[in-house]
């Protein structure tokens, strides 16, 4: 089973996938604690909180609510709903939390492609064909050699940068553990003007790539 938080269809916003039709299924749960974190309402899971699978499909609003789910019962709701993407983002909270192999693989055999979003602060358990975006949460809590191998695994890094030494800190984490993907992404934290100006020109320097959060700009989850 897992713990769902919602479950919604709308167009990938951010980094290689931006532009994509996709049906996106947060998972409930993180312990992680990023302070400027856009998804608190997954981090606690909450007794008092629990629902039916059916309440957590395209919420109004954010909210703290979540239901138990078997893989089934996704793809089955997936089918219920009508959806049309065939790409399922699994995101959270924090969705390596949970084993994520039998969910993706089913969602494959379903005919769906799928793609982790990730922090790296837990073994990531998936198919070799998901594609994983690490989003790597420096001197937070979790492992140094859980992030390593998540940065091995990583088929795009994605970093939310607001100061210098967030950029700095991404550079320190390549030189430790001596992996450099090719696909960088910077991503402004909350759309901060001083933070995408940052980015921009950091992007510039070093050829990394901007990843803005389409989605909040065109107003759509
Ligand atoms: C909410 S997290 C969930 C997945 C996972 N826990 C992680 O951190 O990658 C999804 C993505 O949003 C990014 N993110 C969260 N809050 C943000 C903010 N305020 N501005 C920009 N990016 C943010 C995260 O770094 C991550 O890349
Ligand atoms: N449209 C859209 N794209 C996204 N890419 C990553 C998201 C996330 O919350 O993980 C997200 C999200 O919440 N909405
Ligand atoms: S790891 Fe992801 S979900 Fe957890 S607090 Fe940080 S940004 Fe939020
Ligand atoms: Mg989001």
Redesign the pocket.
């Known amino acids: 089973m897992y713990k769902v938080n919602e479950i919604f269809e709308t167009i990938q916003g ?1 980094a290689s996938f931006t532009g994509v039709p996709s049906i996106f299924l947060r998972l409930q749960g ?1 312990p ?1 604690g ?1 302070a ?4 608190k309402q997954t981090w606690e899971t909450n007794g008092t909180y629990l629902v039916t699978l059916g309440e957590t499909v395209e919420k109004k609003a954010d909210s703290e609510k979540w239901a138990n789910a078997s893989i089934d019962d996704i793809i089955n709701l997936f089918k219920e709903r009508g959806y049309l993407a065939k790409h399922v983002v699994i ?5 390596c939390m949970y084993d994520l192999v039998p969910l993706c693989e089913q969602l494959h055999v379903a005919g769906y492609t799928t793609q982790i ?3 790296g602060t837990f073994e990531i358990l998936a198919p070799e064909s998901t594609w994983v ?1 690490v ?1 790597p ?1 420096i001197n937070m809590r979790g492992g140094y050699d859980v992030l390593t191998s998540a940065m091995q695994r990583a088929n795009e890094i ?1 970093h ?1 940068i607001a100061m210098q030494k967030h950029v700095d800190e991404l550079e320190a984490l390549f030189e430790q553990t001596g992996v450099r993907p090719e696909l960088i992404y910077l ?4 759309q901060k003007a001083k933070a995408t100006k940052l980015a921009i020109e950091t992007c510039l320097k070093k050829n990394w790539r901007l990843s803005v ?1 389409v989605h909040k700009y065109i107003g759509i989850n």
């Open positions: 951010e993180c992680v990023c400027w974190c856009d998804t995101t959270g909270g924090e969705p979003e990730t922090s975006t989003s949460k994605k939310p991503q402004p934290i909350s959060q």
